[in-house]
């Protein structure tokens, strides 16, 4: 058989000022044509996993575009067309084809559209009505009408941190191809609450609430109901209809997949408080940590690249000055200038800084530090897990700056990380540190296993956990947990085509 598969990923944040363009997206991976298949054959993506798949049943795989930008605010408008101009593009071009897989994350939001996901499926389905048409999301994807309506099977990552991206292409594929040959007449139901869940307790392996989810939502895929999918929304985007939703794709089984739907929501609903985040202002997380022996772990979850966030907060450089002056750390942040500025003055020797908050007005101006220029270079790294695993990533010229007992690096660009890897590539030895400083609200709980204590502290940024801080103007007014006023209710949507 005949598949076409792409790929489109990005993640939004509409209270993140950061603007995306093709560089942000180049600097992960953006393949057209051919190279779909040659750079990512091997590696942990969604499209990796569809390779395998279909070169299990000796299927032929015609590559569209491959692309991930990682998470930011908005994409600007003019590249986001550029995208879908080239994904459309190939595909009128494709001659006969037993059916599509389009990788999204599904939080993709640009300029002028909150919902590029939709508008992109719709031209799609509008252009090639009778073609089936199989979607993977990952679990932050703010799942919409134009989504589920628009495609045939619609399913997401199970696991939180991400780690079974290439699982999820190769289950993407068993679907496509199962409706082309026939055996699958695929019904999708979705069903919507009223409820956003910051991040940090939707761990899916050990315990916790996201556990208890996950198991519900396995033990309803059986028989005809083949799959049950899980979105808690990237909780930033001030959209109509922003809230957890539950995907079920069943075999010719409406109520099943509705009830099965309905179920998982209600169970989310059910946990809702035990999701909510303890916070810590600066000077009560130092207080607390004199009584941790051994690594202390200051989260900056404010401030998270992979939740769309500049990356270039100096919030907690500045309480570390303040609070603990002697302590070792490591810290990291996104600092184009710094870098130059570091590189005109040279290694060994001692300058004038002026760090980070440049990219984001709401972090105030770039604290003033005078600093040791320890190392310059060429910042790159290959992911060691999650849905990057062995694709490479390009932080540009970087530095390591000693800042009184800190060690702070500096990179030219913003970027995600699954564990530790921009510390690694440094060569900075940040275990060794009394404080390290991480901006995300998952994978250092897996990164620093070790840790002796982490604080989550109250920063400013576009991810704060404290999801009631934020400004909210479109979303739906009665949302847990941003309003006290918050009841359950179902959205419910069926779409059934075949
Ligand atoms: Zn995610």
Redesign the pocket.
């Known amino acids: 058989m005949r598949f076409a598969v792409g790929a489109m990923l990005f993640e939004g944040n509409t209270f993140s000022p950061v603007l995306m363009d093709r560089a942000d997206f180049a600097a992960k991976y953006l393949h057209e044509g051919d190279e779909v298949l040659t750079r990512l054959a091997g590696t942990g993506t969604e499209i990796g996993g569809a390779i395998a798949e279909a070169a299990r049943h000796g299927d032929e795989l015609v590559p569209l575009i491959a692309t991930h930008g990682g998470a930011g605010g908005r994409v600007r408008r003019a590249f986001t067309a550029t995208l879908i101009e080239l994904l459309i593009n190939r595909i009128i071009d494709l001659g006969t084809i037993d059916g599509i897989y389009i990788a999204l994350h599904g939080a993709f939001v640009s300029e002028d559209d909150v919902d590029v996901d939709g508008s992109l499926l719709r031209r799609l389905r509008a252009l090639l009505p009778n073609t089936p048409l199989v979607v993977s999301c990952?679990?932050?994807a703010h799942i919409t009408p134009d989504m589920i309506a628009n495609c045939d099977a619609l399913i997401g990552y199970k696991h939180?941190p991400?780690d079974d991206t290439f699982e999820t292409g190769a289950k993407a594929m068993t679907l496509l191809r199962d409706i082309a040959i026939g055996i699958l007449k695929p019904v999708l139901a979705s069903c919507r609450i009223p409820l956003l869940a910051p991040a940090q307790h939707q761990r899916t392996r050990g315990d916790g609430p996201m556990v208890e989810v996950r198991a519900l939502a396995e033990s309803l895929a059986i028989g005809a109901v083949r799959d049950v999918s899980y979105f808690c929304v990237q909780p930033w985007i001030d959209a109509p209809g922003i809230g957890f939703t539950a995907v079920v794709t069943a075999h010719d089984d409406a109520r099943r997949a509705s009830d099965a739907a309905r179920d998982v929501a209600t169970a989310m609903w059910e946990r809702r408080a035990r999701f909510l985040v303890a916070t810590h202002s600066a000077r009560d997380a130092f207080r607390q940590a004199r009584g941790a022996n051994g690594l202390v772990v200051l989260v900056d979850a404010a401030d998270c690249v992979g939740g769309g966030a500049s990356g270039d907060s100096a919030a907690v450089l500045a309480a570390l000055l303040t609070e603990a002056p002697d302590a070792s750390a490591a810290i990291h942040l996104a600092d184009p200038i710094g870098v130059a500025e570091a590189e005109a003055i040279g290694v060994g020797k001692r300058g004038h800084f002026a760090i980070g908050n440049r990219r984001d007005p709401s972090y105030g101006a770039p604290l003033q530090v005078e600093a040791e220029i320890v190392k310059l270079f060429d910042g790159h790294f290959v992911y060691s897990g999650g849905l990057m695993r062995g694709v490479s990533a390009a932080m540009g010229r970087s530095a390591v700056l000693r800042v009184g007992a800190i060690d702070l690096l500096l990179t030219s660009n913003a970027c995600y990380e699954y564990a530790d890897e921009a510390f690694l590539a440094s060569g900075i030895d940040a275990r060794s540190k009394r404080f390290i400083v991480v901006k995300n609200p998952m994978n250092y709980q897996q990164a620093y296993r070790e840790a002796a204590a982490s604080y989550v502290l109250e920063t400013p940024g576009p991810t704060t956990p404290k999801l009631d801080l934020l400004s909210w103007c479109h979303a739906p007014r009665e949302l847990f947990p941003v309003s006290d006023k918050a009841a359950l209710r179902y959205e419910q949507f069926v779409s059934a085509r075949r």
Do not use: A, V
């Open positions: 990952d679990l932050h939180y991400h």
